[in-house]
């Protein structure tokens, strides 16, 4: 993804005083004027009312805002803003109307074609903010199906990520910023979801031998944003009733919304869709410098020790693997590149360090007494 600039006016929302900025749209927004130096995060930034072609951005938290005048930059501003249209306001309205005409048609779509076709046709139309709302519904009901692994947020590890995340981003065709989170599990899995989230569970990192390999999931998951497969797997997963409850705008009570968790952790992406994120993470991963090959080495480590574990969340359930995709992944990644790969040793260390082991304090005393559930023990984590 390129920076786009463009000049505009900062208000700090308590004086009156309008102050000329250049703002820089990366994966944040950066504003900077002679005395306004801000650095906000796409999550926070809201669309406010203003007379077109004029743009309003407020930020979440707080009473600034920024203002300018740019087709261009507006649009790329919506197209990486999940959250740019949360709130209530004057366009949502027209939008909503839109998206329950687009899901009522749905219905009917369904209905003559079948849900996975009618998926298909329906997941780009999804509108940003519908998608990103059902992201973090989704995100939600994982964590609690997983759960409630923690979140890995060591602070070296996660610049090194969130770099990373940015490189295998640049120039490629992604509907959004992806937002990748990271959570301590024993299960090496990564899951592309809605709105752009991808969720990396540990183990995926432990079982990672360079840097290389974890860009090449970490891409292949990029692979599934860009196609918007989760929104068309939770699409076909929901089925109808899922659809009349974005129409009624009913996403969290909904028991339809457990399913869809589900699915998203267990279902399989169709062949095609496999095959086009595979592509797309060997273009990412040879674009940052890296061997895109080395996607083919973690995929085919990861399935043979996923042969003894016949848990539902396992990696191949949602992304089933073959020899054949392993094959085509060499061919299209070419000559292996001479530079030392994507990431620096430090760098690969730091993003190692991302979720240390807890510490074990007195806890693990006391749970000697405990009995035997019949269970086997609990293996050990590596880092
Ligand atoms: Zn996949």
Redesign the pocket.
Known sequence: MEAITTTGTFFDGISARPRSVTLRLTFRLDIVGEDVARDWSLLDLRAADAAAPLMRVNHAQGPESVEFADEAFAQALMARCPDLNRTEGGSGVTRLVLWSIAAGLSVLLTAIYGVPAASGLLAPLVPQAIEAQLGRSVDGQIVTLLDDPPLCNEAAGRAVLDRLTARLSEGMALPVAPQVSVRRHKIANALALPGGRVILLSDIIAKARNGDELAGILA?EFG?VAARDPMRSVITAGGTSFLLSLVLGDLTGSTVLVTVGQAAISAG?SRDA?RA?DAYAVAAVKRAGGDGAALAAILERITDADDEKPDGISFLRS?PFTAERAARIRSLAGEKPTGSGILSEAEWKSLQGLCPEPAKPEKAKPEKTRPNDGKSPTPTEKL
Do not use: K, N, T
């Open positions: 292949h599934h992406y496999e994120a992304h």
